[in-house]
T-cell receptor, first 115, second 111 residues
Framework: DGGITQSPKYLFRKEGQNVTLSCEQNLNHDAMYWYRQDPGQGLRLIYY???????QKGDIAEGYSVSREKKESFPLTVTSAQKNPTAFYLCASSTWTQSSYNEQFFGPGTRLTVL | KQEVTQIPAALSVPEGENLVLNCSFTDSAIYNLQWFRQDPGKGLTSLLLIQSSQREQTSGRLNASLDKSSGRSTLYIAASQPGDSATYLCAVNNNFNKFYFGSGTKLNVKP
């Protein structure tokens, strides 16, 4: 059964801590994305990766870091430099061709709360 | 930069009504447009993908249209049901393979 998994579902962070959110996909997609969603707002792009060992900053990358060591995995670290990290984090994947067939698929999300 | 707007932000209708959700975008150089459904606290579920060369797509009671030249898409839901209550988001995929999202329309279908 192909899809995207995210863990944990809920995460609590103390001030000054770094935390890492997991995202795994078995859709054989080249591209993976991290979005942040705040209440009543659309999705904002944090980072995206087109291929293993390469990634690009999105619109709100400050205070976040990523790695892409395997095609299936794209973990996101929320560092202590992120001033307001409480939000719902969504991971997605798609093929990476300049094609109208590109369709994005999403994981179930991780809700991060700063204590 | 691509801007995506969804109107209305919220909509409440009685069960059985047909309804239309709107999505507009500023840059018509897109590969496709995707409509999603999001239930509270959940991820996004893809409903329909319209390629740039297509005018519409249908899935069950859902019909999505695309007018690329005017930068508009509509999602038509026929015979709405309480189970349709959710937030509906549209996203456009531009020629750099980035996806831009609207803020969504929160739909409430009353029994």
């Amino acid at each position: 059964d192909g899809g995207i998994t995210q863990s944990p579902k809920y995460l609590f962070r103390k001030e000054g801590q770094n935390v890492t959110l997991s995202c795994e996909q078995n859709l054989n997609h080249d591209a993976m994305y991290w979005y942040r969603q705040d209440p009543g707002q659309g999705l904002r792009l944090i980072y995206y990766s087109q291929i293993v060992n390469d990634f690009q900053k999105g619109d709100i990358a400050e205070g976040y870091s990523v790695s892409r060591e395997k095609k299936e995995s794209f973990p996101l670290t929320v560092t202590s430099a992120q001033k307001n990290p409480t939000a719902f984090y969504l991971c997605a994947s798609s093929t990476w061709t300049q094609s109208s067939y590109n369709e994005q698929f999403f994981g179930p999300g991780t809700r991060l709360t700063v204590l | 930069k691509q801007e995506v707007t969804q109107i209305p932000a919220a909509l409440s209708v009685p069960e059985g009504e047909n309804l239309v959700l709107n999505c507009s975008f500023t840059d018509s150089a897109i590969y496709n447009l995707q409509w999603f459904r999001q239930d509270p606290g959940k991820g996004l579920t893809s409903l329909l993908l319209i390629q740039s060369s297509q005018r519409e797509q249908t899935s069950g009671r859902l019909n999505a249209s695309l007018d690329k030249s005017s930068g508009r898409s509509t999602l038509y839901i026929a015979a709405s049901q309480p189970g349709d209550s959710a937030t509906y988001l549209c996203a456009v995929n531009n020629n750099f393979n980035k996806f831009y999202f609207g803020s969504g329309t929160k739909l409430n279908v009353k029994p």
